[in-house]
Nanobody, 123 residues
């Protein structure tokens, strides 16, 4: 079992940056692939980015490549999502998720979820 707690969301202007954090507790953090999903109102949760448990491999959705960066700190049991050059299209509820699978891209393969943190970007 692992518990996830996101933080760092907020309201910013277009072009600004935010860094989301996801603190994990419970089972060994380094055993998990960690992902960041986002969800628009009335839409399915979609994978934004993920990092493999050993940090060697990452995945980014096309819409965020070059703007978002995922990273992990095993000493702090925390994964980060650095979001730069934000646009109104990035406005969503962002979730941290964990899985023992190797870097899956579908939400059904993630077993543990945080409660979500809202990111709002105004133009």
């Amino acid at each position: 079992q692992v518990q996830l707690l996101e933080s760092g969301g907020g309201s910013v202007q277009a072009g600004a940056s935010l860094r989301l954090s996801c603190a994990a507790s419970g089972r060994t953090f380094s055993s998990y692939t960690m992902g960041w999903f986002r969800q628009y109102p009335g839409k399915e949760r979609e994978l934004v980015t993920a990092i493999s448990r050993d940090g060697s491999t990452t995945y980014y959705a096309e819409s965020v490549k070059g703007r978002f960066t995922i990273s992990g700190d095993n000493a702090k049991n925390t994964v980060y999502l650095q979001m730069n050059n934000l646009s109104p299209e990035d406005t969503a509820l962002y979730y941290c998720a964990a899985t023992l699978d190797w870097l899956p891209t579908t939400k059904r393969r993630y077993d543990y979820w945080g409660q979500g943190t809202q990111v709002t970007v105004s133009s």
